[in-house]
C-alpha cells in the first residue's frame, strides 16, 4: 500500500457507519434545517421534502403546488388500495411494492399500470404518428376512474387526462402532474391545475419520473403514520 496516498473517504464513513435508513433519516434531517420558509402544512411538508431530497435542490419547493385536500386525497387512494397509473415504466420500476403493501396489501405489482412499452401500443402509435403515451392512456382508460395518476414524463399524457376529464367526466383520486420538457410541459400543467380534481404539480419545466416516484413514497409514509379523520 502507498503510504502517500490518500486516505479513501470510505474509509471514514466505515469508522463511523450508518445504515441506508440511518442515512435517510439524517438527509431529512439537514432539509428540515436547511430549508427556507415555505407555506406548506405538515403533509404537504413531508411530501415536498421527499422531493427536495430526490432533486438535491431547495429550488423545487417554489415550484411545487397541491390542490385543496390533495395529501388527504392521495392518502385515501392508497388506503383504499387505488389502483396507480404510471406514464412511464421508469416510474412503474421505481415504486416500492413493499411500502405500497405496508399500506394496503392488495397492491400487488400490477396494480401499477404503464401501458406506454406494450406491443399494441407501440403499433398504434407508429400508425398513427402520436406518441406512445397518448395510446398509452387511452388504453388505461377502464381502470383510471379513481385511480391515482402519475404523470411524470409525457405532457401529452397529461393533456389526455385533462380532456378526459373535461370530456367525460374521468375523476381520478389523485393526479400528480410532473411532466418535464419544453414542449407542451406548462400548459399541461396549467389546464389540469384547473379542473378542480385533486392534484400534486409542480408549476413551469421542471419535473421528472423520479419526482413521480418521490411522491408516492411520500404519500406511502403519511398513509403509514395517520390514523383516519387525522389532520394532515
Not at 41 to 50: A, D, K, N, S
Not at 51 to 65: N, W
Not at 101 to 118: N, P
Request: proline share 6%; aromatic share 4%; with cysteine.
Amino acid at each position: 500500500m502507498n503510504e502517500t496516498a490518500p486516505r479513501p473517504l470510505i474509509r471514514a464513513f466505515l469508522d463511523a457507519p450508518m445504515s441506508g435508513p440511518e442515512i435517510e433519516a439524517r438527509s431529512m434531517e439537514i432539509i428540515d434545517r436547511e430549508a427556507p420558509a415555505h407555506p406548506f402544512g405538515p403533509g404537504e411538508w413531508q411530501i415536498v421534502r421527499r422531493m427536495i431530497h430526490t432533486v438535491g435542490d431547495f429550488g423545487i419547493i417554489e415550484a411545487v403546488r397541491f390542490s385543496h385536500n390533495a395529501v388527504e386525497a392521495g392518502v385515501k387512494a392508497i388506503k383504499g388500495c387505488r389502483s396507480i397509473f404510471a406514464d412511464s415504466n421508469m416510474i412503474r420500476t421505481g415504486i416500492s411494492l413493499a411500502r405500497l403493501h405496508s399500506v394496503c396489501g392488495f397492491y400487488r405489482r400490477e396494480s401499477v399500470i404503464c401501458h406506454v412499452a406494450d406491443e399494441d401500443v407501440t403499433r398504434t402509435a407508429r400508425r398513427s404518428g402520436l406518441p406512445r403515451s397518448l395510446h398509452a392512456v387511452q388504453k388505461a382508460k377502464p381502470l383510471l376512474e379513481g385511480a391515482i395518476i402519475l404523470i411524470g414524463n409525457a405532457p401529452v399524457a397529461l393533456m389526455e387526462i385533462s380532456r378526459m376529464i373535461i370530456e367525460e367526466g374521468l375523476r381520478p383520486s389523485l393526479v400528480v402532474a410532473l411532466p418535464v420538457g419544453f414542449v407542451h410541459v406548462v400548459e399541461s400543467k396549467e389546464e389540469l391545475m384547473s379542473l378542480g380534481v385533486p392534484y400534486i404539480a409542480t408549476v413551469g419545466r421542471r419535473g421528472g419520473s423520479p419526482l413521480a416516484v418521490s411522491v408516492i413514497h411520500a404519500l406511502c409514509g403519511l398513509a403509514m403514520e395517520t390514523g383516519e379523520g387525522e389532520k394532515l
